[in-house]
């Protein structure tokens, strides 16, 4: 199975993730609570996939994604966003984001999502 990272300001959201997660069979997960924890992770783990909040404290969800690219281009990163964010997302594909979740989300979407970003 995948290491994945997910960062969210949102001890919720990280929980509701982190059991979609472990119900598709994933135990390797590492959790940020902010931008610069998830920019650290990421550079430390080399995670297989990274869930990525938008809007964090510290360093902004873009930003991260910057820097990740940076790093590794071929990086897979999932942002996270709430609804209303759209043209953020678009910058975010832009950058290099393989795809992204809308907050408030269904676990199969989140599922289909996460599949379909490992696999390519």
Known sequence: MSKILTADDSVFMRKILIKILNKMG??????AENGDDALR???EETPDLVLLDIVMKG???IDVLK???KINP???????SAVGQESILHEAKD?????FI???FKEEMVIETINRVLKS
């Not at 950058?95 to 795809?99: L, M, N, P, R």
């Open 59 to 61: 360093k902004y969800g």
């Open 74 to 80: 071929d990086a897979r990163v999932i942002m996270v």
């Open 26 to 31: 994933h135990k390797d997960i590492i959790e």
């Open 102 to 104: 809308t907050k408030p």
């Open 41 to 43: 992770i990421f550079k």
């Open 95 to 99: 950058i290099g984001a393989k795809d």
């Open 67 to 69: 820097d990740i690219m």
